[in-house]
């Protein structure tokens, strides 16, 4: 039983030009998680000499928002299913806000972490339920379109955070790196009070775990840390110890999760193949995209004598045409099938990376733009049907969680790809970035199978293809 919604459900969305306020509230707030996670990138050895700390430990301004990330994403999206994902997404905001003028006010590293540490929470309620708002904002016959406008902003974002960092840091010292988005923040809140809808929540019976909240951070913060402490070369009777703790924390907390009517790792959801399916899609495109990512700035810097700059507008390419690409797919999904979008989407993906392993010695920009170009429209053409699957195929009193689960692959993937590459690093130092697009080619096509494979599962109410009725003969 739900409580009564205020506005028209999923079924329905809500009406123009209300709609345009509520794709731009999500549109600003998703953009400031998604710039925050590399904006500070450009200016660590600032920091670090500015604080007096060592490059190794700066590496913590990073780290310590994405692991808040990581650790509270599924809680969040559980939450949202609980309260309402308008509530988690301002809550969110007022939150990633609030830490934004810490961050730009610390005076020390701790202090600075700290803040990095609850602007990562903040970021992790945003992008838990992000996708789920889509859903009630558009109608069903119109989500694809949705999906497809959030993958641009993700995409146009995901390039963004380098290239403010470096106006910001022309004009300004570091701190104004946090401080520029206090202002956007204000705006996405006010935009979020006013166009945001309601949406139905669950029974009141069902109560938020507190516990098993804890239980998916310890699960998920170990499992972070021993990947990346594997792939770092950690002492091995540390890295045996949390391996240890996370097979212990991991195997009870998956157990209680089994027997929860709405757990926060969303076992109820992996059930239904199609669901499940994307799922496996999304991690092994993002580890292949990610993979590629690492590994190209190495290549073209070492290999081909690019400078930092050269390398950061040639790899542009990549998620300049994916904010092409990706609205159209949006529209697509809407006649094609899902599962061959993503599927043809992703093999085409898979030849722009075999490319990039493959190429001439002395390779012109013009050898590096069109494969970089053919993997970025590959990636966006998956993207938008992919998210709309697991956005679509999710109860509406589960479409928090399944928001979650969407955002958890991305990372999850993400994360492993970089800890592969840090592993090639290790043990194939000569030929680590050959090495490296060659399994991300090979993983883009282990995701493009599996995409294709979704061809035989019926598709979620508003994405199924409607079969043209044909006149009886008189």
């Not at 992000?130 to 146009?156: C, E, Q």
């Not at 392993?357 to 970089?372: C, G, K, Q, T, V």
């Not at 883009?444 to 079969?467: D, N, Q, Y």
């Amino acid at each position: 039983m739900y409580a009564t919604p205020h506005i028209a459900g999923p079924t329905d969305g809500i009406p123009m030009p209300r709609r345009l306020g509520a794709i731009l509230a999500v549109a600003f707030g998703v953009s400031l998680s998604v710039i925050d996670g590399t904006i500070a990138n450009v200016a660590l050895p600032t920091i670090a000499a500015r604080l007096g700390i060592s490059a190794a430990d700066s590496i913590w301004i990073v780290n310590a928002y994405q692991l808040a990330i990581m650790v509270s994403l599924l809680s969040f999206s559980a939450l949202g299913d609980v309260v309402g994902y308008r509530k988690v997404y301002i809550g969110g905001l007022m939150l990633f806000t609030v830490a934004s003028v810490g961050c730009s006010l610390a005076g020390s590293f701790q202090s600075l972490v700290l803040a990095r540490v609850m602007q990562g929470f903040g970021a992790a309620a945003i992008t838990s339920v992000n996708t789920t708002l889509i859903r009630f904002i558009y109608p069903k016959a119109r989500l694809g379109r949705g999906m497809g406008i959030n993958a641009t902003v993700v995409a146009v974002s995901s390039v963004a955070g380098p290239t403010i960092a470096a106006g910001v840091l022309s004009v300004a010292e570091w701190p104004w790196l946090f401080a520029v988005n206090i202002p956007i923040g204000l705006v996405a809140l006010g935009l979020s009070h006013r166009f945001l809808p309601q949406n139905p929540v669950r029974d009141a019976a069902h109560r938020f775990s507190w516990r098993d909240a804890l239980m998916n951070a310890l699960t998920f913060g170990l499992l972070m840390a021993s990947v990346e402490g594997f792939s770092h070369g950690l002492d091995p009777r540390v890295l045996s110890l949390g391996v240890a703790a996370l097979l212990v924390i991991g195997f009870f907390f998956i157990r209680t999760q089994l027997h929860e009517t709405y757990p926060i790792l969303p076992f109820d959801l992996l059930r239904i193949p199609i669901f499940s399916v994307s799922v496996l899609t999304s991690i092994c495109s993002f580890l292949a995209q990610m993979l590629a990512m690492v590994a190209l700035p190495f290549y073209l810097q070492h290999a081909c004598g690019y400078s930092d700059v050269q390398t950061g507008l040639l790899l542009t390419a990549w998620p300049a045409v994916i904010m092409v690409v990706a609205p159209v797919a949006g529209v697509l999904v809407e006649r094609i099938h899902a599962g061959v979008l993503g599927g043809t989407g992703l093999a085409a993906m898979a030849a722009g990376l075999f490319l990039l392993a493959w190429l001439p010695e002395h390779p012109s920009h013009f050898d590096l733009i069109w494969r970089l170009v053919l993997c970025g429209a590959g990636f966006g053409l998956f993207q938008s049907p992919n998210n709309s699957i697991l956005i679509a195929s999710a109860p509406p009193a589960r479409s928090g969680s399944a928001s979650g689960m969407l955002a958890t692959a991305r990372l999850v993937g993400q994360t492993t790809g970089a800890a592969l590459m840090a592993m090639l690093f290790h043990f194939v130092p000569r030929n680590s970035t050959h090495t490296a697009l060659m399994m991300a080619g090979g993983f883009a096509v282990a995701a493009a199978l599996i995409s294709f494979a979704r061809i035989s599962l019926p598709l979620p109410e508003g994405l199924a293809r409607k079969r043209p009725k044909h006149p009886k003969h008189r």
